[in-house]
Every structure is written in C-alpha cells, then in structure tokens.
Nanobody, 114 residues
Framework: QVQFVESGGGLVQPGGSLRLSCPVS????????MGWYRQAPGKQREFVASVISIGNIKYADSVQGRFRLSRENYNNTMYLTMNNLKPEDTAVYYCNRVRNPRPWGQGTQVTVSS
C-alpha cells in the first residue's frame, strides 16, 4: 500500500502556529476515517485528531481548542492547523487511516522551542 505523505512541519517558538498537510486522494469519502497522530522522542505514537464523518471531528484533550483538522476540496488535502504551540507538542506528526491504517510514512517533524 502507498504511504501517506505528510508535510508542513518545522521549528516554531512557543505560542506560534503551523499547518500540516496530508494529501488524501479519492474524494471526501476517503477523508472520513482519517486521523493525525504524533510520536515524541522516547514515547509511543499517540492520537491527535480524527474525522469520522461530517461534523464529527475528535481531538485529544491535550490539543483541544488549539488544533483544528480540516480539508480542502480543490486539492483533496487534509490539514492540521496548530495554534498556540507548546514545547510538549514537539513530535513527528503522521496522518493515516484510523481503521486499517496503511504503513506509516516518514511523518513531518514539529519542534517547538525558543
């Protein structure tokens, strides 16, 4: 199976913002059931956000109110907009299906540091 390709990470100061991207082909039907995950150094991969159906988006408590999962129709891309970033958000971020995930891709590194 083809891996998803994440992009948009970088180095940002605390309080800053980033927007991560994840192309998801096949239209909106394939968008439902997608999620964002992250893995910090020395820790297991953890759930960040997922979209189950229209209007049904879930977030981890640690990012609720700061992160937003969205999709653009014109380019079939899923986004994770991250605001008010904290040092504890530092991790490699991945996108994948919530159920029957594909092999994990390279992810995109997000580093929050002053």
């Amino acid at each position: 199976q083809v891996q998803f390709v994440e992009s948009g990470g970088g180095l940002v100061q605390p309080g800053g913002s980033l927007r991560l991207s994840c192309p998801v082909s096949g239209g909106i039907a394939n968008f439902y059931g997608m999620g964002w995950y992250r893995q910090a150094p020395g820790k297991q991969r953890e759930f960040v956000a997922s979209v189950i159906s229209i209007g049904n988006i879930k977030y981890a408590d640690s990012v609720q109110g700061r992160f937003r999962l969205s999709r653009e129709n014109y380019n079939n891309t899923m986004y994770l907009t991250m605001n008010n970033l904290k040092p504890e958000d530092t991790a490699v971020y991945y996108c994948n299906r919530v159920r029957n995930p594909r092999p994990w891709g390279q992810g995109t590194q997000v580093t929050v540091s002053s």
